[in-house]
């Protein structure tokens, strides 16, 4: 039961809201805007932990456990045989290769930092794809039909979207898998801490869940071409700007592929971000959320 | 700096530090529940059993029967019978045996690198391009000159160049006696050098796994370095000793040719690939002796280890049934159904192998942690 409803995801260090990245998110957020106690007032107000937007997130959140756990898992593709597939394919179509042998300490760095990196990179473009495919974007509106931001809003994503994202991270991951295999064998490893990727774990802890808040937190310019700063997320969540910074954690696949925005291009801006959709006022319906999606023009 | 940013920067700092101990690097070979417990003492003993029980013991064999051909050639004259030829194959027969099960399970170059390519100084199948091993041989015999010198190619000083002295194109013994005495026993002689060489890498390898300690001491290595040699010795079972003679790969699809086989010359193949697969029954099989399938097992890997030990027992039965050699079960006209099928039977224990690696990576983890991003 505790599994069902998600709460499960707690006390897991592989998801994105483990109590411990929810608490260094906090202290960050404490430690940056100490001084400016309105921006903290407002993240922790009635009005955006209250709201139905997010009333939406946490119910959406409880549901969800449900249907991932009954209905998604039997139908994703495991990254295993993905990665057993892939590994047998390249083998024989290009034949047997001598392993290359490397120290493992190198070996285990290597892998972990390209699971990482090219998640990276895949996540970038299928949700570059979400956007600028109609047909995704319908399904992928649920998330951005959220007004007020909260750690939670990172979970309000249609099943058709959980669906594609972990189809995508089976084939990232397998080909990833799949070919350091090919090249270098058995030693292969991840160096986790808490069960997840030890970068992932990183850049969860330096405050990934304020990227779903309004706790404007922005990196230096120089720093935001390579990593994306919660600011450049909550910014891709406005109406305005929401074809922008679509990576998730580097930052370099937006300029590589001309979609960055940076925090400074906006200092302009004075007023609060406005979050959510432009061609309608979202409902906040459970029931919306997950069917809307599938007929053209109601309203979610 | 404020007393509050100081505060919550100790309270990171705190938390971060209490990450440590968690901290957990999951890095491992074959199975990868066998490395969380290679500091196990209890636990080591199958590796120890399985380096003295297989590993030595192969090595052990290959030089002993290396030493039994040395000495039969040694009391060579110009007497030479044909049975003295006969037993100069089977003498072959035991070394090329021995070899193989050296060979399916070598991992004496994970742990010492100046021993990586001893078995390319022993083994020249599917080495080099275009190697014509038999018309090297061919030129050496033809010569009058020394020896040593005439064999200038390592090639000439393998397993394969004494299958071809001992069998020549598989020919009968009576014309073998002929070509033996000829030119005063060049051929004897020639294989006095080969075997020469031969017991000079064997007894590397024997050496090595008889003092090493590294073995036992680093389980984790030794699981993947297992692992590897275990897949890549089925994938060169199923595709370059099988795949590549019955036309099921890429390069020679649909071209059947036995004379791909690896033994074509003393018709030895299907015997060869009993040996690999006996060796992978030594290492994984159940056994009186501790092995890493015993290992494997009793640290969490049992279902696994069990589905692997039921397909070695599968392809061993199989190839059991098999009545004549290899060579005669694959024509460039034609191969037997049983061929295809013993084919797919290692594709299957190769794909066993590479499942037991990649379920110990724990990759599932993130599954549905869908990003909502």
């Not at chain 1, 969860?204 to 309004?214: E, K, T």
């Not at chain 1, 909550?234 to 300029?255: E, F, I, K, M, P």
């Not at chain 1, 925005?261 to 801006?269: E, F, N, Q, R, V």
């Not at chain 2, 080099?128 to 010569?143: C, E, M, P, S, T």
């Amino acid at each position: 039961m505790f599994d069902l409803f998600g709460l499960d995801y707690f006390v897991d260090g592989s998801k994105r809201i483990f109590w411990l990245y929810l608490v260094s998110a906090l202290m960050i957020a404490l430690l940056f805007f100490w001084k400016q106690r309105a921006i903290l007032k407002m993240q922790f107000s009635k009005e955006v932990l209250w709201h139905p937007s997010a009333r939406l997130d946490y119910l959406y959140f409880g549901v969800m456990g449900i249907v991932k756990t009954l209905l998604l898992l039997p139908l994703l593709v495991g990254v295993n045989e993905v990665a057993l597939w892939m590994v047998m394919a390249i083998q024989e179509v290009f034949g047997y290769v001598e392993r290359i042998r490397v120290d493992r300490i190198w070996l285990i760095t290597g892998y972990t930092t390209m699971l990482f990196v090219f998640n990276d990179l895949t996540r970038y473009w299928l949700h570059r794809w979400m956007h600028t495919s109609s047909l995704l974007w319908r399904f992928h509106r649920v998330h951005h039909s959220a007004e007020v931001l909260n750690p939670m809003t990172f979970y309000r994503v249609h099943p058709i979207e959980n669906l594609l994202f972990g189809f995508r991270y089976a084939l990232t991951t397998g080909a990833i898998t799949a070919l350091f295999i090919y090249f270098f064998g058995a030693g292969i490893g991840v160096v986790e801490i808490f069960g997840a990727n030890m970068i992932v774990f990183i850049f969860m802890l330096i405050g990934a869940n304020l990227r779903h808040s309004h706790i404007p937190l922005h990196y230096p310019k120089r720093i935001e071409k390579w990593l994306i700063s919660p600011y450049q997320h909550q910014l891709h969540h406005t109406t305005r700007y929401s074809r922008y910074n679509y990576g998730s954690t580097l930052a370099v696949w937006d300029w590589w592929f001309g979609s960055l925005l940076y925090s400074k291009d906006l200092t302009y801006i004075d007023e609060p971000l406005r979050f959510g959709l432009l061609d309608e006022q979202p409902t906040h319906s459970l029931v919306g959320a997950f069917f809307n999606p599938f007929y053209k023009g109601i309203k979610l | 700096m404020t007393p509050i940013k100081t505060t919550t920067l100790f309270i990171l700092f705190l938390l971060l530090a209490g990450c440590s101990e968690d901290n957990n690097y999951d890095g491992t070979g074959l199975i990868g529940q066998v490395a969380s417990i290679s500091s196990s003492t209890t636990t080591v003993d199958p590796i120890v059993s399985l380096q003295s029980f297989v590993f030595t013991a192969n090595a052990e064999a290959l030089v002993e029967n290396i030493q039994t051909m040395q000495k039969r050639v040694e009391s060579i004259d110009t007497s030479l019978s044909e049975r003295e030829i006969l037993k100069l194959q089977v003498d072959f027969e035991a070394i090329a045996t021995a070899w193989k099960s050296v060979e399916a399970s070598y991992i004496v170059g994970d742990f010492e690198s100046s021993l990586i390519d001893t078995p390319r100084y022993i083994d020249y199948f599917h080495e080099g391009k275009a190697l014509d091993v038999a018309a090297d041989i061919d030129k050496v015999l033809n010569q009058t000159g020394d020896i040593q010198v005439a064999l200038n190619k390592n090639s000439s000083k393998g397993i394969n160049a004494l299958e071809y002295l001992a069998f020549g194109y598989y020919e009968p013994l009576s014309t073998l006696k002929i070509k033996m005495k000829t030119n005063n026993l060049r051929r004897i002689e020639v294989i006095k050098a080969v075997l020469k060489n031969l017991k000079t890498q064997a007894t590397l390898i024997f050496t090595f796994y008889k003092n090493d300690t590294k073995i036992k001491s680093d389980v984790q290595k030794t699981s993947s370095a297992i692992v590897n040699v275990l897949a890549d010795s089925a994938y060169k079972l199923r595709e370059w000793r099988i795949g590549e003679a019955a036309g099921f790969v890429f390069k020679y699809k649909d071209s059947p040719n036995p004379s791909r086989l690896e033994y074509y010359y003393s018709r030895l193949s299907l015997e060869m690939i009993k040996a690999v697969i006996e060796t992978h029954e030594e290492v994984m099989g159940e056994q009186s002796y501790g092995n890493f399938g015993s290992f494997a097992s009793s640290n969490g890997a049992k279902a696994i280890v069990t589905k692997i030990r039921n397909q070695i027992n599968l392809i061993q039965a199989t190839l059991d049934t098999f009545s004549t050699p290899l060579e005669g079960k694959i024509t460039t006209t034609s191969v037997d159904p049983k061929v295809t099928e013993i084919y797919e039977m290692i594709r299957v224990l190769q794909s066993l192998y590479y499942d037991s690696l990649i379920q110990s990576l724990n990759l599932t983890a993130e599954i549905i942690e869908a990003d909502g991003d």
